[in-house]
Structure formats: structure tokens, C-alpha cells
């Protein structure tokens, strides 16, 4: 079973805080992932990290910004929320390597609303 | 360019109905492919997956087989439960860069009793 973790599950915050949402796995996977999914479901990929002190951003352009310090760990940040952030966050896991079936691990999720 | 495409939904069926949810792939070379299932208020769950042209995967009743000429995988059940109603999406990991994973859009199922 896979172990990586989010928290908080849900959070309902003002405009303008600062907020970070955590991810955390206990796999050793280097790679890890940021999605968020909007209310019809699809996943946008918004960062992605190869390793310790490697971050990129994904396809779907987002003000967060994350950060990679430890491999277990990889926190999402908004400098100040705003309600177009409202939405489901995915942290996802992946070992880094040449073979091709490694799956990505998901999270629970962190379902996020700013008022 | 690379991407995965699946059928809309939602699909509503009724409890033990068959099941078909189509998924079609654009890649070079083989890429591996995978079902996810995503029940409400959860993360994604890896249901299945394939690595090579015409393997066949497998878990709790659904099946998909890799058809490299049709590039397609189709997911399958026989006997649909209620417990299924989920989200499934379909995805690819590339063969030329595997750190690189594509999702569909998903389709949302639901079974009626």
C-alpha cells in the first residue's frame, strides 16, 4: 500500500492569507508531483520535482510555488489565496528510473476554499 | 503530441451490467498505461495496468488489454456493483521519458441499485 500523505484534507481560508498545503511520502520515490483538479474532474499537472533541490513547473501555469528540501517531503505554497485557488489539490509520488511501469502514488487530496 | 483521450460521461448503469469505458492513446514508441480510480473525497487509486503491446491487466473483476494497433484500452467489467461508482481515468507513462505521466479527463460512473 502506498504511504504518502496530505494534510490538512480540507482547509476554508480567507483572501489574502498565506497558506501551505503538506505532502509527504515514505516511499523514497524521488519524483513527485502537484496536480490540482478542477470540479470536472481533470487533473492539471501545476509542479513537479526530480530530486532534492530540484523543482519545475507544470503544465497548467499556477502562483504557487513549491519546494523540495528533503526527498520525503514536498510543500505547496500560496503567498495569498484568492478564490480562483478554490479547488482539490492532488501530491502524487513516482520512482525515477528507466522502467517504464513505475506508477505515480496519489494522496488523499487537500480540498481547498478561499472566501 | 502526446495525450490520452476517454469517453465522456457520466455512464449510469444499473448493478450488475457490463461496463465499457473506452480509452485511446497517442505516443511514440510503447508507453505503459494505466486505470486509476478515484472514489469521492479521495486521492487517485492505481486499479490496473499494462506495459506491453497486447498484455492484459487485471484487479477486482476490470480488465484492459493493450492493443498496440487500435492504440487503445479499453476498461471492462462484467458485472458492474454499486461500490464502483467512482471516477475512472486512464494514463500513460512514456517510454522515452518515463518520468512523464498523461491523464484523461476522466469519466464518472455510477451504478444504481
Known amino acids: 500500500e502506498a504511504d504518502i500523505y496530505q494534510t490538512p484534507r480540507y482547509l476554508v481560508i480567507g483572501t489574502g492569507k498565506k497558506i501551505t498545503l503538506e505532502c509527504s511520502q515514505t516511499?523514497?520515490?524521488?519524483?513527485m508531483y502537484w496536480y490540482q483538479q478542477d470540479p470536472g474532474m481533470e487533473l492539471h499537472l501545476i509542479h513537479y520535482?526530480?530530486?532534492?533541490?530540484?523543482?519545475e513547473k507544470g503544465d497548467l501555469s499556477s502562483e504557487s510555488t513549491v519546494s523540495r528540501i528533503r526527498t520525503e517531503h514536498f510543500p505547496l505554497t500560496l503567498e495569498s489565496a484568492r478564490p480562483s485557488h478554490t479547488s482539490q489539490y492532488l501530491c502524487?509520488?513516482?520512482?525515477?528510473?528507466?522502467?517504464?511501469?513505475?506508477?505515480?502514488?496519489f494522496g488523499p487530496g487537500t480540498r481547498l476554499t478561499v472566501t | 503530441g502526446d495525450s490520452v483521450t476517454q469517453m465522456e460521461g457520466p455512464v449510469t448503469l444499473s448493478e450488475e451490467a457490463f461496463l465499457t469505458i473506452n480509452c485511446t492513446y497517442t505516443?511514440?514508441?510503447?508507453?505503459?498505461l494505466f486505470w486509476y480510480v478515484q472514489y469521492p473525497g479521495e486521492g487517485l487509486q492505481l486499479l490496473l495496468k499494462a506495459t506491453k503491446a497486447d498484455d492484459k491487466g487485471s484487479n477486482k473483476g476490470f480488465e484492459a488489454t493493450y492493443r498496440k494497433e487500435t492504440t487503445s484500452f479499453h476498461l471492462e467489467k462484467g458485472s458492474v456493483q454499486v461500490s464502483d461508482s467512482a471516477v475512472y481515468f486512464c494514463?500513460?507513462?512514456?517510454?522515452?521519458?518515463?518520468?512523464?505521466?498523461?491523464f484523461g479527463s476522466g469519466t464518472k460512473l455510477n451504478v444504481k441499485p
Open positions: 520535482s526530480y530530486g532534492v533541490n530540484s523543482t
Open positions: 505516443a511514440t514508441g510503447y508507453p505503459s
Open positions: 502524487a509520488s513516482s520512482e525515477y528510473g528507466g522502467k517504464s511501469s513505475y506508477e505515480q502514488y
Open positions: 494514463a500513460l507513462r512514456l517510454e522515452y521519458n518515463f518520468n512523464k505521466f498523461y
Open positions: 516511499m523514497g520515490h524521488d519524483k
